[in-house]
């Protein structure tokens, strides 16, 4: 529920997205699903984009899709929840896509679509997430900062229904389309949905497509521990076997995975033997699960994973150090694997609890590599090992630290480095 399902090729040509009913506003966001700024957000008030790439015209968005940065990996289209018909038309006047919006009382804005980038070129589709906060909720939740007078952000709130996409047939004898959540109609509407007023919100995953295989990624500047190679990548469905070739030096390397839908993922590395080796990489049952890990890769034999999935899935394996930056304040969902470098730090974190039962599990821990470029990572500080929601701040040693989170929820980190 409020992800991306049917989507469609677009062309990279000037795009302008009409909103009818709806003032439109765009957020430009990078690998991480997030603005790096303020002026990666578009709308009345801050018309023009610095790229050029995203505009503002009599209440509409202009995307020339040709001029997006590199670092720009998803444009989101969002506004406040009216009613009305989202079209993308092509400069010669055809619609290359739409959908019509149906409004909720409970939900004051809503992310309607988003273009993403795949293989080499774009893809539209429509989102389906409102908020109850607002807009101001709505830009915090993708790392806009706004005034501390302004509403706190809200969790995202379900929408339902179909984007209309042009050569696209509908799904046959009312059956869900390929990665539409089962009981959702097929049609050419985005409801709007919230819960009762008042009622809490569950966390949910995050918004965004499903990655592709040629994701692009930057090595964090000034980490040096750990192989650099070119990232390997697998993709498939249900379980596998996945073995790295000899492009990747031995130890310890970033896994990233990711999986379509609901269902168990669980990862596990494979001994001389070929059987499971002690301990688990990843072990999950989050939806729409997306989740990093390190994996060491042993000396003078290919590293070698068991995959447990249940629906469609990627796997790739990079550098440590193009894994996340953890400085200032930094959302996520579910297991990650963050980069460290400042100062000793205090560092706050909040864990949401899971979407199911509220609570779950919440841990870190760290590995100082200061000095090392290689071999196995070093024995490990236990920071935080205990069940949520929760709010505490615990102490960080000075970087350059390796931070091994196990999350079964939603979860944000701000750091305080001291002096």
């Known amino acids: 529920m409020g992800h991306t399902t049917k989507s469609s090729w677009v062309p990279s040509v000037p795009l302008r997205v009409d909103a009818e009913g709806v003032e439109p506003a765009a957020l430009l966001l990078g690998a991480d699903g997030r603005v790096r700024g303020d002026a990666d957000m578009v709308f009345e008030g801050q018309p023009v984009h610095p790229s050029g790439a995203v505009r503002y015209e009599a209440v509409a968005l202009v995307v020339e899709l040709s001029e997006v940065e590199a670092a720009v990996e998803r444009i989101v289209v969002a506004g406040s929840a009216g ?246 304040t930094v959302h996520g969902y579910g297991p990650e694997l963050l980069l460290y470098l400042g100062n000793g730090a205090d560092l706050r974190v909040e864990f949401q609890g899971s979407p199911e039962d509220g609570r779950g599990y919440a841990g870190i821990q760290s590995y100082g590599v200061g000095g090392r470029t290689g071999g196995r990572l070093p024995d490990m500080d236990l920071l935080l090992n205990e069940i949520g929601p929760l709010r505490q701040t615990v102490p960080v040693p000075r970087g350059p630290q390796l931070l091994h989170l196990r999350a079964e929820c939603a979860w944000t980190f701000t750091v305080q480095e001291l002096d």
Do not use: H
């Open 83 to 328: 009613a009305g018909v989202l079209s993308v038309v092509a400069p010669d006047g055809e619609a290359v896509a739409s959908c019509t919006v149906t409004g909720a009382p409970d939900a004051a804005a809503v992310v309607f679509a988003e273009f993403f980038r795949e293989s080499g070129g774009w893809k539209f589709a429509r989102v389906g997430q409102g908020y109850a906060s607002g807009l101001a909720g709505l830009v915090t939740a993708y790392g806009v900062e706004v005034a501390e007078e302004e509403p706190a952000v809200a969790g995202p709130v379900p929408l339902t229904g179909v984007a209309k996409v042009p050569g696209q047939a509908p799904p046959m004898d009312g059956a869900p389309a390929a990665g539409e959540p089962v009981g959702t109609p097929a049609g050419e509407q985005v409801t709007v949905t919230s819960p009762a007023a008042g009622g809490p919100v569950t966390p949910s995953a995050p918004a965004g497509p499903f990655p592709p295989a040629d994701r692009p990624y930057e090595l964090v500047e000034g980490w040096e521990f750990g192989p650099v190679f070119e990232p390997f990548v697998a993709e498939g469905f249900g379980n596998d076997v996945i073995a790295l070739d000899d492009r990747v030096g031995d130890g310890p390397v970033l896994v990233e995975v990711a999986q379509e839908g609901r269902g168990y993922l669980g990862l596990f590395t494979l001994d001389r033997r070929n059987k499971d080796e002690s301990d688990y990489l990843l072990n999950d049952l989050l939806p729409e699960f997306r989740g990093s890990t390190f994996a060491q890769v042993p000396k003078g034999r290919p590293l070698r994973m068991r995959l447990d999935a249940e629906n469609r899935w990627i796997l790739r394996v990079k550098p440590l150090a193009a894994a996340r930056r953890l400085e200032g």
